[in-house]
Structures are given as structure tokens and as C-alpha cells.
């Protein structure tokens, strides 16, 4: 894709301690292969990284013939697999809205306390209040409590600031926070999330400013590498997030939507017609739209924590399969409906709520979520070529990935083929 390795992250120096490692004694290695069609799993394998990718995968005996001049890193017998990719947050954002979550559990509506001056406007007030370096320095702490859980690519949506003034600080902010942390960022424009106060009675202004001169600021100043918008009774109709989804094909933007989140309203049909890279949520979608989105090579992203927090049902395993479609799954990490801050957690949801096995849990937190951020040819895997992303988890088993709750720790994090020190625990400030 033209515009993507204009915002590639990865070209960012990354300091590590050897260029030349074979990390061995693992109990197994486990990845999809390099083109995410099934995962692959060798036992006591190694892995060699050269000059930050992965150079081979394979029985260790040959691979330390072959390799003797690498530095040699020893698993202590634990799992081995890719860096995990998170494509779906909203970790840029002030305060928290923990009351508002009491009146969720007790079956206020949504919409309801989004209409009461609650829901995400509450939130672009408190990121409006917090200053630009703190709002950074936070952003930069979440990207690394992101990596010391296991994920080494996370995407990060701006739309709590839904003024263009206010949208555009918040990419701007992201930039900074993402070259001060050696995690892989995506920053995605969120352009239409929700109506400002300032454009009440003024929509068709307000969307045709998002969808013109704030999508070509955004494009000229390559601020994202997709565009995203809010599909939904409660946000924007299907032709006004279609206007602001045409003008970013046109720039050769990458497009995702929130689709089918509060109730069926036609966003996964319009993600499919228009070849988006992902629609997220799908809570409320029809066998049929899944089959539109597999038809369409658009990956489904499923938000665990969300639909629980709203109480909402997420679809079966059986049916996802049949419809051929590729799952993702996300935390969707935001004050409001989501504050989920470990991805395998959301995943160890995910395989309880839908029916995943273990290998279709790993899939859809790695190949196929970077597929949803037109990364797979270079994160997702642990394949000749790919980036040297991994995580040594403190646990033996594929099958406990999604089974221990709370999840499974990494025990070493590999970004570039380095194993790069994690934040201390005290560094782990809440949240
Ligand atoms: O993905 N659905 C829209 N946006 C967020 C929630 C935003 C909020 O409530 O602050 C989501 O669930
Ligand atoms: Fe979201």
C-alpha cells in the first residue's frame, strides 16, 4: 500500500544489545506462517535474528551448526511466539470515566448517558483539560504497560478531540509518544467519532469539514496510516461516514470503520463494498455481513472487553469459521466502554465468549490483527524476513495462552531481535 511504509514506525533505532542471536532451549516455538494460513508449531525450535528480523526458524541442533558465531540466548524451556499486535485502542486520552461505569452495570443505555452530557464527549473535555507533554508522557507509558504485556505493534486511534484543532494535537501528540518508545505505532484519524458541542444543528458542516480540508491536512502531513469513523445510531449514518471513507480511498488512505456496535445499521456492508482493512466491533452483524467482509478480504475485528462491558453477545466460533471471514481481536482500550489493558486477556475472553481454540486465539491477535493494519508482511509472524518481534512467555504451552486468567506474562520481549529491558513494575503507573 502506497501510504504505508510512508508512516512506517519500524524504521525507528531501536537499541539492542547483539545484531546476531539464536534464542534456544525453548519448549516451542509457535507462529502463524507467513501467509496466516495456519500456525506452525516446533518443538524445542530456535530462532535465529539477524540485523533485526528474523533470519531462520527451526530444529536447534541445526541451527546452532549453522550459526555458531551468534549469541546464544537460552529460553529456560518457555514458549516462544510472535509479538503481539494490538490494532484496535484509543490510548490517547485524559481522566477516566469509572462512575459512568457504575450506571453501565446497573442497565443505564448507552446512548442514554451519551446524551446526558456523559459517553465520549465527558472524555474530550477531561483530554482537552490535560496539558500536551503530560498527555505525551502518558501515551508513552501505555505503549510500554502495551509491550511489558506482550505487544510489540499497537494501534492508536486519535477521536477525543473531535474539533479539527483538537483531532489534529492529538495525532501530533501520538507522533511524539511513538519515538520515545520502542514499540511499533499506527496512528489512525479517528475523523468521525462524535458530533462537538460547538456543531450542534450544524452535522453536514461539520462532517464536510472532517471529510475535506481535516482528511487533507492529516494526508499532506502523514499524521495516520488509516482513517476510521463511527458507523452507528448513536455517532454517524452509513452516507456520512461513506462521504469522509470515499475522500480517504481517494488519497490512498487505508480505511477501518466501527461497525455494528449498538445495533444493526449497515456499516460492515459499507466496509466490505469499500474494501476497508478492518471493521471493528460487529457486535450486532449477520452471518451475511461476515460473509461480505471474508468476500471482500476485510478483517473482522472483535472487541471482548467492550461487549462486556456493554453487555452485549459476541458471535459464535462455528459460524465465524463457516463464514471464511479472518477474526481479529482487540482491546479497544478506552475510558468508556473498554478499559482493557492486556490483549492475551482479551483473547483468553475472546476463546471463552466465542469458542476459539488455542491456535485461532494466537491468529487472531497476531497475523490477523496485523493484517488489519496492512502489516502482515512484515509483523504477526516469525518468518525468514519478518521483523525479529517475539515474546518468550512464562509458560510452556500454546494452550495456556489463552487459559490462565489473569493472562500470561511475557517473560522477555523482543523488539528488533533485541531483547530490550521491560518497564519496571513501579514504572507501571495506573492506569
Ligand atoms: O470503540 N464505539 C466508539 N468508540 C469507543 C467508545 C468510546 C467511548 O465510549 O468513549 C469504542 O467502544
Ligand atoms: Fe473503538
Partial sequence: MANWSAHDPSGKAVAGRSAYLILHNTSEVVTPDAEGQRILRTPKGAIVFMNGRVLEVGDVGELTRRHPDARPLNANGKLVTPGLVDCHTHMIFGGHRALEFQQKTQGVPYAEIAAKGGGIRSTVNATAAVRDDVLEKTLAIRLERW?????????????????????????????????????????????????????????????????????????????????????????????????????????????????????HFGGAALAAELGARSADHLES?????????????????????????????????????????????????????????????????????????????????TWN???????????????????????????????????????????TVFMRGADLALPAVERRVWP
Fill in 285 to 365: 452483524a449477520t452471518e451475511s455481513d461476515w460473509r461480505a467482509l471474508a468476500a471482500a478480504g476485510t478483517v473482522g475485528v472483535l472487541l471482548p472487553a467492550a461487549a462486556l462491558t456493554l453487555r452485549q453477545r459476541l458471535p459464535d466460533a462455528a459460524m465465524l469459521r463457516a463464514s471464511g471471514a479472518r477474526v481479529a481481536v482487540a482491546t479497544d482500550f478506552n475510558p468508556g466502554t473498554a478499559p482493557a489493558q492486556s490483549l492475551m486477556e482479551c483473547a483468553a475472553l475472546a476463546a471463552r465468549l466465542c469458542g476459539f481454540t488455542a491456535e485461532e486465539a494466537l491468529m487472531s491477535v
Fill in 147 to 263: 509491550r511489558a504485556n506482550g505487544c510489540t505493534t499497537v494501534e492508536v486511534k486519535s477521536g477525543y478531540g473531535l474539533e479539527p484543532r483538537r483531532e489534529l494535537r492529538l495525532l501530533e501528540l501520538m507522533g511524539g509518544a511513538a519515538i520515545r518508545v520502542p514499540v511499533r505505532v499506527h496512528r489512525t484519524a479517528l475523523l468521525l467519532h462524535a458530533l462537538p458541542p460547538d456543531y450542534e444543528g450544524r452535522r453536514r458542516e461539520y462532517v464536510e469539514e472532517m471529510a475535506g480540508p481535516v482528511l487533507t491536512e492529516v494526508h499532506r502531513r502523514g499524521m495516520a496510516s488509516a482513517i476510521d469513523v463511527f458507523c452507528d445510531p448513536v455517532a454517524f449514518t452509513v452516507e456520512e461516514c461513506r462521504l469522509v471513507l470515499e475522500r480517504a480511498r481517494a488519497l490512498e488512505l487505508p480505511i477501518k470503520l466501527h461497525a455494528e456496535q449498538m445495533q
Fill in 369 to 411: 490483527a496485523a493484517k488489519a493494519l496492512g502489516a502482515q508482511a512484515e509483523v504477526g509472524h516469525l518468518s525468514p524476513g519478518s521483523w525479529g518481534d517475539a515474546v518468550l512467555w512464562e509458560c510452556e504451552t500454546l494452550e495456556e495462552l489463552p487459559y490462565w486468567m489473569p493472562a500470561v506474562r511475557p517473560d
